[in-house]
């Protein structure tokens, strides 16, 4: 397939953000595009090469990309710069300078989709010494050849800039109109990628195989299954009355969520982002397979922190000591964690999420084997809201978090937030001592003490049928010197020079950062501004959500994409569950 068909139909999706179009552009491109070739165009669309848990990065950084486009030219790096500078894209701005190029010393040969992807790919497996002349060579071996469009796309992979806003559901309304005639086959196309979360191997079920195939779809080892998420309730009569029955009460420990997969030797850990984790606890990895009595399995988890001497939960904080590349033995030793047991999706062939919670439960007690490390996350069956209050305290005194509150007849849900599971905070008692995970989109420099850092950060909600983040306030309180550094270590190379598309502000940061980190803060209410856009016109016309006092809680969400934020319709039911609005509205 010609590479010029792809970068056509990109140059078209990029040039609308609206759903309908952007669906007809990919059921045309699907029209045009071969089977063998589907998948690879599904990842490639997404600027991927492979679905994310395999962990396949292309990690080219600009100056190499700017040397290698000089190369193909023969144009001063400098004058590159400078072009970039304008454009603000490296892409778009090497399809400018290539096709000012083109005119008098450029013959484009045709490249095709296989090629670009096999180089690509041969790019993503170099690594060390003359990894980088290496890839230099390849990057300037596609530039020679590609069209100006084809080289503006062909780098926004390489450089991890794509940004065409299909979002998942868009290709699948368009594989399933494609391919079996109906958008509304995209329910069973989701469920395929609920439980594989590879599109690629969706796309190319439904392409090869028709809904029949779709509908055979299996799980299977290694490939993470997307988490089931809860709604969030305000008290234990809240659930209570929701639930209308006897349920499960867990505790809900503050770590970081854990998928494990074990069978055939092997054993990985995907994250809740469904990044492949494993590097992160060899501990874990070492010890499944003496604690897990099954040939085959796919089990959830929380991994906590614990204090070795007094057995306590330590805090979510304690675990991100174990995020690094090397002398991970040392974390492993220093910051000791319990694996607690939650769930179990597949077992010895057999996918267990049809199965009602209470059978799930009693399997996953049978299958694992406690010992100190690792057991069954604390459960006990409630029904009315005094034996969930007793619950909760017994859960907040071992240093939890609150409770997680399950339906017991429901199955699990893969990829949805959905009332079979509600989660009880303790903060959320309070009138709004409640928490968000809010995306940092923009920052301004610090003064005084914290010059050198971003001293105030402009922070978005997830509008989600917009795919857009939404700023909702600054912050700049609760910050320790620690956290400042390390915000700026991380925020640093997410700089961007052009606002994102997808950010909605009105305020104008010192600098724009790519919509991707996550972090938690509390606030003492929400109000409605003029100036910020989360949830804009819900309430009222011209008016979106605010915080007041937002205070940062020091957690950074690093398990959270920036989809998985808090959303505007969240906000909007913390915002009528507020007292004083109940207030207002019973003196109106
Ligand atoms: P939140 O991140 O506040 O939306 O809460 C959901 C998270 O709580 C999950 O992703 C898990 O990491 C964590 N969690 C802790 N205990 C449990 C439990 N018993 N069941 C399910 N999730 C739990």
Not at 76 to 97: C, F, Q, T, V
Not at 182 to 195: I, Q, S
Not at 407 to 417: C, K
Not at 514 to 529: H, K, N, Q, Y
């Amino acid at each position: 397939m010609k590479f010029s068909v792809l970068a056509e139909a990109f140059g078209r999706m990029e040039s609308t953000r609206k759903r309908t179009e952007l669906t007809q552009h990919l059921v045309d491109l699907f029209e045009q595009t071969p089977h063998e070739v589907v998948a690879r165009i599904t990842y490639l669309m997404q600027g991927k090469l492979r679905p994310d848990f395999e962990g396949v990065e292309l990690g080219v950084a600009e100056k190499l990309a700017i040397r290698a486009i000089s190369k193909s030219s023969g144009i001063a790096a400098k004058n590159i710069e400078d072009e970039y500078r304008k454009e603000g894209d490296l892409g778009h701005a090497a399809s400018e300078i290539l096709s000012q190029k083109t005119q008098t010393t450029f013959m484009a040969q045709d490249i095709t989709v296989e090629r670009i992807y096999e180089t690509l790919f041969k790019i993503a497996r170099l690594e060390g010494s003359r990894s980088q002349d290496m890839k230099m060579k390849y990057i300037s071996s596609l530039l020679n050849d590609a069209s100006p469009p084809e080289a503006k796309y062909i780098l926004k992979i390489l450089l991890g800039t794509m940004r065409l806003g299909v979002a998942e559901n868009t290709v699948m309304d368009a594989l399933a109109a494609r391919y079996t005639g109906d958008k509304a086959n995209r329910r069973l196309l989701e469920h395929a990628y609920n439980v594989s979360s590879d599109l690629g191997r969706v796309a190319e079920t439904v392409a090869t195989g028709g809904l029949d195939a779709v509908k055979k779809f299996k799980m299977m080892l290694f490939n993470p299954v997307r988490p089931m998420l809860a709604d969030r309730v305000k008290s234990q009569e809240e659930a209570v009355e929701k639930f209308g029955g006897e349920f499960a009460a867990e505790y809900k420990l503050d770590g970081e969520r854990v998928q494990i997969h074990t069978g055939g030797g092997r054993v990985a850990l995907f994250s809740r982002r469904l990044e492949d984790i494993s590097a992160y606890y060899p501990d874990i990895i070492e010890k499944i397979p003496e604690i897990i009595d099954a040939g085959d399995a796919i089990l959830e988890a929380e991994a906590v922190a614990v204090n070795e001497n007094t057995g306590e939960f330590l805090p979510f904080q304690e675990l991100m000591h174990r995020r690094r590349k090397y002398k991970i033995e040392k974390a492993v030793a220093e910051y000791p964690i319990t694996v607690n047991f939650f769930d179990i999706l597949y077992c010895d062939g057999a996918s267990c999420l049809d199965m009602p919670y209470t059978d799930r439960r009693a399997m996953l007690e049978r299958v694992v084997k406690s010992d100190e490390y690792a057991r069954c996350i604390q459960m006990r069956k409630a029904g009315n809201s005094g034996e969930v209050q007793d619950f909760m305290e017994d859960s907040i005194n071992a240093g939890s978090e609150g409770l997680m509150l399950k339906r017991l007849d429901s199955q699990y849900q893969a990829g949805s937030r959905g009332s079979n599971w509600l989660k009880l905070k303790r903060e959320y008692q309070n009138d709004l001592g409640d928490s968000l995970d809010l995306v940092v989109i923009g920052g301004f420099f610090g003064r005084g003490r914290r010059t050198g850092s971003y001293g105030t950060l402009l922070l978005a909600t997830y509008d989600i049928d917009g795919n857009v983040f939404t700023s909702i306030c600054k912050v700049g309180t609760g910050f320790s010197d620690e956290s400042l550094d390390q915000l700026y270590q991380i925020l640093k190379p997410k700089v961007v020079i052009k606002k994102n598309p997808r950010v909605r502000s009105e305020m104008e940061p010192d600098v724009w950062f790519e919509p991707e980190l996550v972090i938690e803060v509390v606030a003492s209410e929400i109000t409605l501004s003029p100036i910020h856009k989360a949830g804009l016109d819900t309430v009222r016309k011209g008016a979106g959500f605010a915080l007041r006092f937002p205070k940062f809680t020091g957690k950074i969400r690093d398990e959270k994409g920036a989809e998985d934020a808090s959303t505007n319709e969240e906000v909007a039911t913390l915002y009528h569950g507020q007292k004083k609005v109940a207030h207002d509205k019973s003196l109106m």
